[in-house]
């Protein structure tokens, strides 16, 4: 698995952002939902109204799912477009699992922590 992370600044100008908000709903996230070897793409707004103000995290089931997505023309492309409509700050981040915890730990997995006598 796969963790990528990308998050920005929204456009303040309302045109831009009405544009972003349909690309966004009707492009971006259909095509890249869709990408071989995607398993989840999950979008996130700051509710602190802080920098940055938008995330977007995508799960990749594997490294070259991920490096195949991001060299593609689709990637290439959508990130010039949340440029062109004045989306700043923005950063990407990937993620593999930590040999700590290889998969998902719930809660009830596993053995309970010892509690203070």
């Known amino acids: 698995m796969v963790i990528f992370t990308m998050s920005w600044d929204l456009p303040t100008e309302h045109e831009k952002l009405r544009v972003y908000a349909n690309k966004a709903r009707a492009d971006w996230i259909p095509v ?7 398993t989840e793409v999950s979008t996130f707004r700051n509710p602190m109204q802080q920098t940055p103000q ?10 070259t799912d991920w ?4 060299a593609s023309r689709d990637y290439q ?3 010039q477009e949340v440029r ?28 309970s922590p010892a ?3």
């Open 32 to 38: 890249t939902a869709n990408w071989p070897g995607v």
């Open 67 to 70: 490096q195949n997505f991001i």
């Open 115 to 117: 509690k203070d006598a």
């Open 77 to 79: 492309r959508m990130m």
């Open 54 to 63: 938008a995330l977007t995290v995508i799960r990749f089931s594997d490294l």
């Open 84 to 111: 062109t409509l004045g989306c700043t700050a923005v950063t990407t981040r990937v993620w593999l699992p930590s040999s700590l915890t290889p998969e998902p730990v719930h809660p009830g997995d596993g053995p």
